[in-house]
Each structure stands twice: as C-alpha cells, then as structure tokens.
C-alpha cells in the first residue's frame, strides 16, 4: 500500500508564474490536507478538502492560491503568479476519515523555490 | 494565532538519556493530542497519541503525558538513541488539526 504520493518534489518557478502541486492520497483514503513550512517556522494548516468539495479553507491565502481535490486524480494546490515569499516545503496529508481521532499521514512535500 | 505552542526550539541531550520535549495549547475544543516526527527532506511521520480522556500513553520508548489543567502535553523519550535526532512536532486535534512550529532534538552518542 503505497503511502501518501507528492510530485515534484522540488518545483522552481520565477516570479509571476504559476506552480502546481500534486498529491495523491493513501489508497482508500478519501480526505486531504495541505499544509506549508516556511522556514524555520512550523506546519501552517491551509486547506482540507474531501472528493469534489472544500470543507475548510480558513488556512489559505485570500488570493492566488486555490485547491481542488477531483472525482478522479490527485488533488492539487494551485498557486498563481509566485511570489518569493511563497517559497516554502507544501505537505500533503491524506485520512480516511475525518475525526478528530483520526491520524494524517503526510507525503513527503514539495520544495518550492521562487526565483 | 498559535493555538499550538513548542517553546523551545531546540533541544541537545545524550545517548541514554531521557528526551523531555514540552508543548502547551490555548483552545479548550482540543480533544486528542499527536507528536509527529519529520527528518529532513521527509514529510512528518506519526509517532504517538494521546485522547484528552487519558493522562498518559505509553508506547515503547515513547510516553505522552497530558495535563489537560495546564493544557500542557509532554513527550518523553527514554533512552534516546542518535536515531531520534529529528524534528518533533506537537499537534491538536479538535476537529481541525494545528501544529506547533517543532523542536529539533539532537541525541549526542
């Protein structure tokens, strides 16, 4: 049972284009959340989605950055015309239920590197 | 605002020694309680949980003490070994998840 899959791993884009990351949850898994490590600081809740819908964005940022997590396929943050400050490690974690019992397991991130 | 707090940064002890890494949070709706263990380039990995029913939660090397009064949980390692040199973060859950920003312990052989 392969764990929770990120790619890429490191992504490097120039300031003003658009970076998009993916995940794919735990086989059976039907919950995810993206998380982002800035330096030196710790995890950052941003999204929490379920198939199709977002349950929680309270984490995200207002502007130019959105999340989808399709029927099919990985779900994917989205983040529009980068900016240096977004430069940060983006975790994916995926459950199988939504609880607050319920463990996340999380991929191993993606490094973005803005230009 | 930081709802999961880990006031110490860092943390440097010797092998076979016993590893105390703190962690206190502000919101009453926590209910279970998770260290989460991340090397680097790696994404975080479970470690240990605690219920906000129970006080302490045993599991190998690795206890977890929860002082719901204080809201202060606890993590001890003992012995340490060099292996557990990592980056420990504390997590709430209650329903939504929050992090603490992590403590880097170093195990000295």
């Known amino acids: 049972n392969a764990g929770v899959m990120q790619n890429p791993r490191h992504l490097v884009r120039r300031r003003g284009q658009e970076a998009r990351l993916r995940c794919s949850p735990m086989k059976g898994h039907s919950h995810v959340y993206w998380y982002r490590q800035l330096p030196e600081e710790g995890l950052k809740f941003m999204v929490y989605l379920q198939k199709e819908n977002i349950i929680d964005e309270s984490g995200m940022p207002k502007e130019r950055f959105s999340a989808e997590f399709p029927k099919e396929g990985p779900s994917i943050l989205r983040i529009q015309q980068v900016v240096r400050g977004d430069s940060a490690a983006y975790f994916c974690?995926?459950?199988?239920?939504?609880?607050?019992?319920?463990?996340?397991?999380f991929g191993p991130g993606t490094r973005l590197t803005v230009l | 605002d930081q709802q999961v707090k880990q006031n110490s940064p860092s943390l440097s002890v010797q092998e076979g020694r016993i590893s105390i890494l703190n962690c206190d949070y502000t919101?009453?709706?926590?209910?279970?309680f998770l260290w989460y263990k991340k090397y680097p380039a790696e994404g975080p990995t479970f470690l240990i949980s605690i219920s906000s029913i129970k006080d302490k939660n045993e599991d190998g090397r690795f206890t977890v003490f929860l002082n719901k009064s204080a809201k202060h949980l606890s993590l001890h390692i003992v012995p340490s070994q060099p292996g557990d040199s990592a980056v420990y973060f504390c997590a709430a859950s209650g329903p939504d998840m929050r992090f603490g920003a992590g403590t880097r312990l170093t195990v000295k052989p």
């Open positions: 919101n009453s709706m926590f209910d279970y």
């Open positions: 974690a995926s459950s199988p239920v939504s609880g607050s019992t319920d463990t996340q397991y």
